[in-house]
């Protein structure tokens, strides 16, 4: 998954020199890996509900059994 602009300038910001420097850099990685987690848990369970979606449709249209003659 690509970084996003807003990831890239949090990231960025992390590394500028201000007190607490290190527990600056070490909540803002864990918040990175939390942030890419979950949009890789939110893409996954997106593709499965359209897939879900898809076959659904394609049961709904299949055309209906005529009666056999007799």
Same mark, same amino acid.
């Given at each position: ?7 890239? $300038? ?10 607490? $420097?290190?527990? #600056?850099? #070490?909540?803002?990685? !864990?918040?990175? !890996?939390? &942030?890419?987690? +979950?949009?890789?848990?939110?893409? !996954?369970? +997106? &593709? +499965? &509900?359209? !897939?879900?979606? $898809?076959?659904? #449709?394609?049961?709904? +249209? ?9």
């Amino acid at each position: 998954m690509r970084f996003t602009a807003f990831e890239i $300038r949090r990231l960025i910001l992390l590394l500028t020199p201000l007190p607490e $420097r290190d527990e #600056r850099i #070490r909540r803002g990685l !864990a918040w990175s !890996a939390y &942030r890419r987690l +979950h949009q890789a848990v939110a893409r !996954a369970c +997106h &593709r +499965h &509900r359209r !897939a879900q979606q $898809r076959t659904t #449709r394609a049961r709904d +249209h299949t055309p209906p059994e005529l009666p056999q003659g007799p």
